[in-house]
C-alpha cells in the first residue's frame, strides 16, 4: 500500500515542477507506460483545458507516488488490463448509482480500497471545489484516475509464480 506520506511527497514533488519539468516527466511516462498515457489522453481529450491539465498533474502525481512506494518497477501495462480495470470501475459506479436511487445505501457500499490514500487524494481533488469542475468533468475526472490507480496497483504487485513441481530430468 502506497502511504499517505509518499502521497504528500508525490503531490509536492509534482507540484514543484517547472513547465519544462513537467514537458520532461510526462514524456517519460509516455515512453514508460504508452497504453496508460494514451488512455489517460484519450479518455480526457474532450474535457476543458483546465481539467485536462489537472488530469495531468494527478496523472503524474499518481506514477510518483508508485514509483516512490512500490519496492519493484511497475510492469508496463496493456490496453486489455486498462480496459479491464475501467470496466470493473464503471460497473462498479453503476450499480452504487442504481443502489442509492433505489434507497438501498446499505447495498451500495464499494469494495474495499487497495490504495485509500491515494484514492483520498483523487476525491478530495476531483471534489474539492465544486466550481472547478462540471458534474461530468468530476466523473469522468474520478473514473480515469480511478482506472489508472486500479492498473497500476496491479502492475505494481510481484508476479505470482506457480510452483514447480519439482520434476528433475536426467541427462
Same mark, same amino acid.
Request: aromatic content about 6%; proline content about 5%; cysteine-free.
Given at each position: 500500500?502506497?502511504?499517505?506520506?509518499?502521497?504528500?511527497?508525490?503531490?509536492?514533488?509534482?507540484?514543484?515542477?517547472?513547465? &519544462?519539468?513537467?514537458?520532461?516527466?510526462?514524456?517519460?511516462?509516455?515512453?514508460? +507506460? =504508452?497504453? $496508460?498515457?494514451? #488512455?489517460? /489522453? *484519450?479518455?480526457?481529450?474532450?474535457?476543458?483545458?483546465?481539467?485536462?491539465?489537472?488530469?495531468?498533474?494527478?496523472?503524474?502525481?499518481?506514477?510518483?507516488?508508485?514509483?516512490?512506494?512500490?519496492?519493484?518497477?511497475?510492469?508496463?501495462?496493456?490496453?486489455?488490463?486498462?480496459?479491464?480495470?475501467?470496466?470493473?470501475?464503471?460497473?462498479?459506479?453503476?450499480?452504487?448509482?442504481?443502489?442509492?436511487? &433505489?434507497?438501498?445505501?446499505?447495498?451500495?457500499?464499494?469494495?474495499?480500497?487497495? +490504495? =485509500?490514500? $491515494?484514492?483520498? #487524494?483523487? /476525491? *478530495?481533488?476531483?471534489?474539492?471545489?465544486?466550481?472547478?469542475?462540471?458534474?461530468?468533468?468530476?466523473?469522468?475526472?474520478?473514473?480515469?484516475?480511478?482506472?489508472?490507480?486500479?492498473?497500476?496497483?496491479?502492475?505494481?504487485?510481484?508476479?505470482?509464480?506457480?510452483?514447480?513441481?519439482?520434476?528433475?530430468?536426467?541427462?
Amino acid at each position: 500500500m502506497i502511504s499517505e506520506d509518499v502521497v504528500r511527497q508525490a503531490l509536492e514533488e509534482a507540484s514543484d515542477y517547472s513547465q &519544462a519539468q513537467a514537458t520532461s516527466v510526462v514524456e517519460s511516462i509516455a515512453e514508460a +507506460q =504508452p497504453e $496508460l498515457f494514451s #488512455f489517460v /489522453v *484519450e479518455l480526457t481529450e474532450d474535457l476543458s483545458e483546465e481539467t485536462v491539465n489537472v488530469a495531468l498533474q494527478m496523472f503524474v502525481t499518481i506514477m510518483r507516488a508508485y514509483e516512490l512506494g512500490s519496492p519493484e518497477p511497475v510492469r508496463r501495462i496493456d490496453r486489455r488490463a486498462m480496459t479491464r480495470a475501467y470496466n470493473r470501475n464503471e460497473e462498479m459506479l453503476e450499480a452504487l448509482t442504481d443502489a442509492a436511487k &433505489a434507497g438501498m445505501s446499505e447495498r451500495a457500499d464499494p469494495p474495499p480500497l487497495r +490504495q =485509500p490514500h $491515494l484514492m483520498r #487524494f483523487l /476525491v *478530495e481533488t476531483v471534489m474539492e471545489d465544486e466550481e472547478q469542475f462540471t458534474a461530468e468533468e468530476s466523473g469522468m475526472l474520478f473514473l480515469v484516475l480511478k482506472t489508472v490507480i486500479d492498473a497500476v496497483d496491479t502492475a505494481a504487485k510481484p508476479l505470482r509464480r506457480k510452483p514447480r513441481l519439482g520434476l528433475v530430468t536426467k541427462e
